[in-house]
C-alpha cells in the first residue's frame, strides 16, 4: 500500500458542486499539505497543516477548505466548485523527527479534478 | 527563498550521465537546494538536497558550487525510467512551503 494515499483518483463534477478530496497517511508524519497543479506548470500550495490542532493557508487557498480529522488524516475541500478549479491535486507528508532544517515531502498519486 | 532558474528542456542518452543545471544567484547562507522530479503527472518524488557540501545517494549526485548560486544534479547512468520533469527548488522553510517553478522536462532517448 502507499505511504500516502489519495481519494478519488479523479473526478468529474459540475459547478456549483461541494467536492472533497481526501488524503491519509501511514507514514506518522505530523506535516500533511495540499498542493495544486495545473498544466504544463509547477505546483502550487494551497493549505498546510503541522499537527491536528494547526491549519494555515499557502499561497492559493481561496475557494478551497481544509479538516485535519487526526494525524493520518487531512481533507481538501471544494465548498462550490467552478471551472478554473480544473486541476491536479496533490497531498503531502513530512516529518518533523530529526529536522536539520531540511524538509523533506513524500507525496501522494494525485487526485485529478474536472469541473464543468 | 532564492528563485531559481533552469533550462526548460534537455535530452540524454540511455546509459550516459544525465547533468542538470539550476541557477540560484540569490540563495542565502541558510536556504537547502532540493531536488524533486516528476514522472507523467504521478506525484513528485524527492531526489535529494543539499546545503553546502556535495551530496550523493542511491539516486543522484549532487554538486553545488563553493558560492552557492548554482548546482548541478547528476543522473550517472540515464535509463529511460528516468524521463521525467526535473524540479531544483531553494528554500529556508523547514516547513515544507516548497515552491515549484516549471522544472527542466528531461527525456532519456534510447
Known amino acids: 500500500d502507499a505511504d500516502v494515499t489519495q481519494t478519488p483518483r479523479n473526478r468529474i463534477t459540475k459547478t456549483g458542486k461541494r467536492i472533497m478530496l481526501e488524503c491519509s497517511q501511514t507514514?506518522?508524519?505530523?506535516?500533511m499539505y495540499w498542493y495544486r497543479q495545473d498544466p504544463g506548470l509547477g505546483l502550487r500550495l494551497i493549505y498546510y497543516?503541522?499537527?491536528?490542532?494547526?491549519?494555515n493557508k499557502g499561497e492559493i487557498s481561496d475557494g478551497y477548505s481544509v479538516s485535519r480529522q487526526a494525524q493520518a488524516k487531512f481533507s481538501l475541500s471544494l465548498e462550490s466548485a467552478i471551472p478554473n478549479q480544473t486541476a491536479l491535486y496533490f497531498c503531502?507528508?513530512?516529518?518533523?523527527?530529526?529536522?536539520?532544517?531540511?524538509?523533506?515531502?513524500?507525496f501522494g498519486a494525485g487526485s485529478r479534478l474536472t469541473v464543468l | 527563498d532564492a528563485k531559481t532558474t533552469q533550462p526548460p528542456s534537455m535530452d540524454c542518452a540511455e546509459g550516459r550521465a544525465a547533468n542538470l543545471p539550476c541557477n540560484h544567484s540569490?540563495?542565502?547562507?541558510?536556504?537547502?537546494v532540493y531536488w524533486y522530479r516528476q514522472i507523467h503527472s504521478q506525484g513528485p518524488q524527492y531526489i535529494i538536497h543539499?546545503?553546502?557540501n556535495n551530496e550523493t545517494n542511491e539516486m543522484a549526485s549532487l554538486i553545488i558550487t563553493e558560492d552557492r548560486k548554482s548546482s548541478t544534479l547528476i543522473l550517472p547512468h540515464a535509463t529511460l525510467r528516468d524521463t521525467a520533469v526535473y524540479y531544483c527548488?531553494?528554500?529556508?522553510?523547514?516547513?515544507?512551503?516548497?515552491?515549484f517553478g516549471a522544472g527542466t522536462q528531461v527525456v532519456v532517448t534510447p
Open positions: 540569490t540563495i542565502s547562507g541558510n536556504e537547502y
Open positions: 497543516s503541522f499537527d491536528v490542532k494547526d491549519i
Open positions: 507514514k506518522g508524519h505530523d506535516r
Open positions: 527548488i531553494s528554500s529556508t522553510d523547514s516547513w515544507g512551503k516548497l515552491q
Open positions: 503531502a507528508t513530512s516529518d518533523t523527527t530529526g529536522n536539520s532544517g531540511a524538509n523533506v515531502l513524500t
Open positions: 543539499g546545503l553546502k
